[in-house]
T-cell receptor
Framework: SQELEQSPQSLIVQEGKNLTINCTSS?????LYWYKQKYGEGLIFLMM?????EEKSHEKITAKLDEKKQQSSLHITASQPSHAGIYLC????????????FGKGTKLSVKP | NAGVTQTPKFRVLKTGQSMTLLCAQD?????MYWYRQDPGMGLRLIHY???????AKGEVPDGYNVSRLKKQNFLLGLESAAPSQTSVYFC????????????FGQGTRLTVV
């Protein structure tokens, strides 16, 4: 079955710095999702990637799915305290439709 | 538009007690999911449903049962709660499989003592 590995597990950056979070799969990714979660709250959808080489941006957050569709990266430019939270990638877990799985998440802290 | 609503938001159970968590969505979505979230473990899929009357096991189904009698509702049951089931539970729904956003509820914080 599919597994999603996220790196790093946690990240502390100074406000204004750029950062990258990675999501790697053991199998081809179909419908790769990125979500953000603030402590104690639900998940906020950021973006979804489907095609190899696809890149999407929302405000200062850019996500890309590599050509082989086995790795996705999430890049934040000029980080702000509002970017702090847990970032999770999700994808098809394989086996049957509906098996939507997630990585363990990357905890991002932004120091003012 | 309410989206995905989970009931209750908080609950404390004694070991051995039973309870049902309710997830309701008003978006006419076919797919619904139940996850648990524990520190350092991310979101783990418990059970999911691809339509009314259907359910399937996810990664960690033991100790839980589900039902999807109505398209808009997905119930998660704990027949005999154990401390290991202390967690935050999230429900989600989506319109299409792997081609559409999954919408999440706000979570249910369950403590089993």
């Amino acid at each position: 079955s599919q597994e999603l590995e996220q790196s790093p597990q946690s990240l502390i950056v100074q406000e204004g710095k750029n950062l990258t979070i990675n999501c790697t799969s053991s199998k081809t990714l179909y419908g790769l999702y990125w979500y953000k979660q603030k402590y104690g709250e639900g998940l906020i959808f950021l973006m979804m990637l489907q095609k190899g080489g696809e890149e999407k941006s929302h405000e200062k957050i850019t996500a890309k799915l590599d050509e082989k569709k086995q790795q996705s990266s999430l890049h934040i430019t000029a980080s702000q305290p509002s970017h702090a939270g847990i970032y999770l990638c999700g994808a098809d877990g394989g086996g049957s439709q509906g098996n939507l799985i997630f990585g363990k998440g990357t905890k991002l802290s932004v120091k003012p | 538009n309410a989206g995905v609503t989970q009931t209750p938001k908080f609950r404390v159970l004694k070991t051995g007690q039973s309870m049902t968590l309710l997830c309701a969505q008003d978006m006419n979505h076919e797919y619904m999911y139940w996850y648990r979230q524990d520190p350092g473990m991310g979101l783990r899929l418990i059970h999911y449903s691809v339509g009314e009357g259907t359910t399937a096991k996810g990664e960690v189904p033991d100790g839980y049962n589900v039902s999807r009698l109505k398209k808009q509702n997905f119930l998660l049951g704990l027949e005999s709660a154990a401390p290991s089931q202390t967690s935050v539970y999230f429900c989600a729904s989506s319109y299409m499989w792997a081609r559409a956003e999954a919408f999440f509820g706000q979570g249910t914080r369950l403590t089993v003592v």
